[in-house]
């Protein structure tokens, strides 16, 4: 048996736990009608598989129909979970894995105009900032029928044959009732903490009832909500005593801060530029207080520090959540000596916010999670071997590269650049974003494993494809700035590409038109106003920067709040003008005929960018498909087999940025969705 910390069995209770790693409760919002169905399930069994100890489902499950989800959770409280729990379980078992879930009722985190148009309830009228719902206060009838509420779901589960279940008590109901600063009752259930807590040891001895004493139950709670007037350290250290001591709990999952808005949001759950694993040693603080099994995840993405968390005694179970979205094979790599294998977490965070945007949750460098009935997470070897050229080392490109390379086809990828990583190498230019460039570094350590030939410092034309021989041409070669979007004046501005690469200078008092609302934009924004410079961000749209979404926006604001810089909506720019030695910035409404101008000296345009297709087109005409994709085989896993031109000597494709503006994870599943059945 290996003596990694990480790989030793733990007992939790009457279960025996195959190694340390856990995947914490979460919601990717693969539910299909609040049910786990066939997606849901692929997706844990996927990781159970590759040897995960634990699966956590349902990122707080509801336990009543007054908490409808606002990103498709699990629905508890109907019976019909149980046989899709029953089916997802019976399956992670099968593998070898624990399975557990959560269950929550979400309190005021939620809307009244969801599910049934019930009223949002808390312990107190305070709205929540994220959700903007103003809740109920509860009545005692209210306590009464959502403590049953829980020990229903709690029996349900238990029926479906999980592990067992935890409890959420951070931003939940169940933490509403912890909080001073969210109950406002009197009586019983409202005052000093030993009232506030009345509603969980209620909770859990109605679960006690219904469930018996061998069924495992946890909590996962914040033990400091980092807030004024709010639950303090003190406070969590003592409700941790009172939750170990009660009899009713096998473990506790501690967290620490708030989730009411998306800045305490990201601090809970932090993004990509701000510190990994930074409330480790407060779990174990609390941990070595309370002498009993504690498990903890936030921001713990690589296995040296998971095994830290271990090998000193900070937990008991880690959580590598966001870890396992991007590589669900992690486990099985750290057993067989590959973790320079594993597939790095980059922090972008691009599945969480895709969640509190109503999307489903995908990873942003690895499209198979959460496509796991339809997509890959290792491609088999093909058939037959080809010759594969690809045009353009950025993440679709690589992408392709890898892919290719991995069912056995000679791949030659021909690159403009000395290096490969297209736009990620100017987006990790900024500090905090380096983290990126894991994409692009963990591609082309695969693809030199696998023999991919690289030719770096060369601009490819037509005859410098045809010369490699190719039976398949994928062009990856992105896009370029589109700037060219005034009625005048286009020539006096700079793209934010421009700003971003440092080929022109920042101003003093600068204007920027964000159009495309995408990360692009608030880097040049950031970089500008870091110089010391005044800056406006102008853009056309409702809110600015919709594309970079809640989490991600966080570390922006706070960077640009602190500097001087102006947010401003629903103007467009439409001109621009010389004046004097300065630049007079003529600004249009979609909603009338209304104009501003401004004066500045300097105008950055973020506009997205336009395909770099022209060695696309010099093909097409050459190439058996003609360039034509068949969207129906694309999506359904089938082979390209198009035939336009049968006297062509290859098939042609274009990829990502190539074809039209979009992001890295759509370039990569355009890369692995087409080359998988190459």
């Keep these: 048996m290996s003596n990694d910390p990480l790989l030793q069995p733990y007992q939790l209770k009457h279960l025996t736990l195959r190694n340390r790693i856990m995947i914490t409760s979460h919601e990717p919002a693969y539910a299909e009608d609040g049910m786990p169905k066939e997606r849901y399930r692929a997706y844990h069994v996927e990781r159970a598989r590759a040897g995960v100890a634990l699966t956590m489902t349902a990122g707080s499950a509801s336990v009543a129909r007054d908490s409808p989800p606002v990103f498709n959770n699990i629905l508890a409280w109907k019976d019909e979970v149980v046989g899709w729990m029953r089916q997802l379980t019976e399956a992670v078992h099968d593998e070898g894995a624990a399975v557990m879930i959560q269950l929550t009722h979400l309190g005021r985190r939620t809307r009244w105009d969801k599910g049934d148009w019930l009223p949002a309830l808390s312990p107190g009228h305070q709205r929540e900032p994220s959700h903007r719902a103003f809740p109920k206060q509860m009545e005692d009838w209210d306590i009464a029928r959502i403590i049953e509420d829980y020990a229903t779901a709690a029996e349900r ?100 801060g708030h989730i009411d808005t998306d800045a305490g949001l990201t ?37 040296a520090t998971a095994r830290h968390a271990i090998a000193a005694g900070k937990v008991d179970m880690v959580g590598m959540t966001r870890a396992h979205m991007a590589d669900p094979h992690l486990v099985r790599k750290l057993i067989e000596g590959r973790e320079e294998d594993i597939r790095p977490c980059v922090g972008a965070n691009y599945c969480l916010d895709r969640i509190y945007q109503g999307g489903m949750a995908f990873c942003i460098h690895n499209p198979a999670t959460g496509r796991e009935l339809t997509e890959p997470q290792e491609v088999p070897p093909a058939d037959m071997p080809r010759r594969v050229t690809i045009v353009g080392a950025g993440p679709g490109g690589l992408e392709a590269a890898r892919v290719a390379a991995t069912r056995g086809h000679a791949v030659t990828v021909l690159e403009a650049a000395a290096e490969a990583g297209g736009q990620i190498r100017l987006t990790a230019r900024q500090a905090r974003r380096r983290e990126m460039l894991s994409i692009i570094d963990w591609r082309l350590a695969q693809c030199e494993k696998l023999g991919v030939t690289f030719r770096y410092n060369t601009y490819a034309e037509a005859e410098t494809v045809l010369e490699t021989r190719p039976d398949v041409v994928i062009i990856a070669t992105g896009g370029l700035p589109h700037t060219e979007v005034l009625v005048a004046g286009n020539e006096l501005v700079a793209s934010a590409w421009d700003i971003l690469a440092g080929d022109v200078a920042p101003g003093q008092n600068v204007l920027i038109f964000d159009d495309a609302g995408d990360a692009a934009g608030l880097q040049a924004a950031d970089m500008i106003a870091a110089s010391g410079a005044k800056v406006e961000i102008v853009t056309p749209d409702r809110s600015f920067a919709p594309e970079v979404m809640a989490m991600n926006l966080v570390p922006y604001m706070r960077s640009l709040q602190r500097r001087d810089t102006t947010f401003t909506v629903t103007w467009r720019l439409i001109g621009v003008a010389r004046e004097g030695n300065q630049l007079r910035a003529i600004l249009g409404s979609d909603y009338g005929d209304m104009q501003r101008e401004r004066i500045v000296d300097q105008v950055v345009i973020n506009h997205g960018t336009r395909p770099l297709d022209e060695l696309y087109f010099d093909l097409k005409p050459r190439a058996s498909n003609l360039g034509e994709v068949d969207y129906e085989a694309l999506v359904a896993g089938a082979p390209q087999a198009l035939c336009g031109n049968p006297g062509g000597a290859f098939q042609l494709f274009r990829i990502g940025d190539a074809v039209a503006a979009r992001n890295t994870h759509a370039a990569i599943y355009d890369a692995l969705r087409l080359v998988k059945v190459l």
């Design 267 to 303: 601090d809970v759950i932090p993004i990509q530029g701000m510190a990994s694993a930074p409330h480790l040693d407060f779990a174990g603080e609390i941990r070595a207080a309370v002498n009993f099994p504690t498990f903890h995840a936030a921001r713990i993405p690589d296995l």
């Design 157 to 256: 589960m238990q029926a479906a044959g999980v592990d067992g279940i935890e409890l959420e008590a951070y931003g939940h109901l169940m933490d509403q009732f912890w909080s001073p600063l969210t109950n406002e009752l009197q009586g019983p259930y409202g005052g000093p903490l030993e009232n506030r807590l009345r509603f969980t040891f209620d909770v859990l001895r109605a679960i006690r009832k219904r469930c018996g004493e061998r069924f495992l139950v946890g909590l996962r709670y914040t033990g400091d909500e980092m807030l004024a007037g709010g639950l303090t350290r003190s406070d969590g250290f003592e409700i941790s005593r009172q939750l170990r001591d009660s009899g009713m709990v096998d473990f506790l999952n501690v967290v620490r």
